[in-house]
């Protein structure tokens, strides 16, 4: 069975259980906290940023979301590829899983980290520059 570094809260790891659902592969979650700090150093370890999710599929490490799709679609589960097998399609899917890597889910999470930090360390220019690429992409 596949395992997956991830956290509830995380966009990216969420982008990958989308895919280890649609396709029902089953596999083991192993929850990044502060309750499992092996959990932790194993990620620090195996993905060179340090990001997550990471997959193990036995003496195979898998890093970066769309390419854990990918990897998923090739190896495991039984439904149609998240990724469409023909190529003009799948130009199509990198396109749109790209748009909303960098112009959605990385402004948004900027967001996000500004607001968990101290007052005083947070940046209203943070928000100002990923509110305006949020608006673009959403429209
Ligand atoms: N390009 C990476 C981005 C992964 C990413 O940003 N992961 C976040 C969690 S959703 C993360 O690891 N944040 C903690 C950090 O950057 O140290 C992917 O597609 O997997």
């Known amino acids: 069975m596949v395992k997956i570094y991830g956290h509830p809260f995380a966009a990216f790891y969420w982008k ?20 499992h ?3 932790g150093e194993a990620v620090a ?7 997550f999710p ?12 769309a390419a854990i799709i990918e990897y998923l679609d090739l190896h495991h589960g039984h ?3 998240m990724v469409p ?3 003009r399609a799948a130009i199509e899917a990198r396109q749109m899983d790209g748009i909303f890597d960098d112009y959605v889910m990385a402004p948004l999470s900027r967001m996000v980290f500004n607001a968990l930090r101290d007052t005083d360390k947070q940046d209203p ?7 305006g690429t ?4 959403y429209a």
Not at 55 to 62: G, K, N, P, R, T
Request: proline residues 10%; hydrophobic residues 45%.
């Open 79 to 81: 439904a149609p590829p």
């Open 134 to 137: 949020l608006d673009k992409s």
């Open 85 to 87: 097998a023909d190529p």
């Open 125 to 131: 220019h943070t928000i100002t520059v990923a509110q």
């Open 37 to 39: 700090p092996q959990h």
């Open 16 to 35: 990958v259980l989308i895919a280890l659902h649609e396709r029902n592969v089953p596999f083991e979650f192993l929850m990044l906290d502060a309750d």
């Open 45 to 51: 370890r195996l993905s060179p940023t340090g990001q």
């Open 54 to 65: 990471v997959l193990i599929d036995a003496d195979h490490v898998v890093i970066e979301s």
